[in-house]
């Protein structure tokens, strides 16, 4: 289990700029955060490090960005109407609202000891009313998973990129769900991003490429910087996969507030194709080398976005007596580099640390300058974004022509002279 608790963690997240209650200055809107400046910058580099991770240095995956909004008739047909709900039950006296399955008594209310209702499927699909005159509008959703965009064009994939099997369409973004109870700061919310992928393979050959996505997923959990020892495969059981899976293994992490789910993989079969070819009336399948016409197979590895944020920020958590420094790793690390002139006050130090800044800057786009307080706040401060290499400018340095770099996990100070920067700086980050 995580040694970190959750307190300190969203207390670090807000006091230096991560993530922040959403709608905080109207109280709170449960189950959204909002994202500062260091937490958008990590967002961002999660994403960016999954796009390359799984498309740009693949030939198999292909890109797709599609509607938060999509049609009824998608979710109808995906059964997600049906079928895509938690058991809720309600408290008859307080009316507060619970998941059955997270309650340890499913007859009295945790909150005020009264006595709770029938347990109920309650869905999670969030509808909207699309259309401006009244009592004419259309009832569309937000997506509840990005899978359905990539299987609505399905068809177009094929009549435009016309891929051999086995082939993915991949895609980064929203999804909408309308938790009972969202809890436990980002790992269940209401809004949060997915990046996640359908692999179609022909069905014979949907246990060699579960396989293959399972071992790709632990090489993820290492690239992005998931501590590996906590995070384990769980075969989840029949009766808890979703309804549209045959086979599902969770990944799952171990929060402070427990071991719960992280990413999936899942073994869709045909069952998404085949619900639309004959909801939509179109034909779905695909043409073999060989000329056999048929509906592929779904292999899916899913990641939710936000539970990679926490999983990364628990794993890069550290502290001892004096400090406490996120050991992010350099790709995904919000800021690379940080600059100091030692004093702010002599204006021919600022004036190399500046020249010494814009060059860096140049060749590192994240790198960022910080003349506020002594050089010992200086670093707790970067050591709490997680930035790994801080150059402090001297009075040395106008006669040496050589800055102090400083490594946040090890703490060790190197003299680097400035013709030699540019290569130390980026083998240092590039490992
Ligand atoms: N297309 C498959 C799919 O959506 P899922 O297991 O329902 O599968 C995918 O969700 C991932 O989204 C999960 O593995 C988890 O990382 C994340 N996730 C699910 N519900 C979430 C919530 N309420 N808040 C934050 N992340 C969530």
Redesign the pocket.
Known sequence: MSDVSMEKLVSLAKRRGFIYPGSEIYGGLA?TWDYGHYGSLLAYNIKDLWWKHFVEERDDNFAMTTPTLMSEAVWQASGHLDGFADPLIECNKCKHRFRGDQLEDKKKCPDCGGKLGEEKAFNLMLPVQLGSVEGKSNTAYLR????QGMFVNFKNTLDTLRPKLPFGLAQIGR?Y?N?IS?RDF?????E?D?M?FEYFVKEADWEKYFEMWKKEMWKWIERVGIKKNMVSELEVPEKDR?HYSKR?V??EFDYPFGTK????L?YRTDYDLKKHAKASGLDLTYSDEEGNKFIPHVV?P???????ILAVMLSAYNEDKERVWLSFKPEVAPIKVAVFPLLRNKPELVEKADEIYKSVKSYIPNTLWDDNGNVGKRYRRQDEIGTPLCITIDFETLEDKAVTVRDRDSMAQQRVKLDELENYLKKKLNG
């Open positions: 189950g509840g998973e990005l899978a999804a769900r938790e969202p980002l790992f269940r919310v209401r949060f997915l996640e979703a599902t969770d990944f789910e992280l990413y999936g899942a899916e899913t990641f939710g976005h936000g539970r990679t």
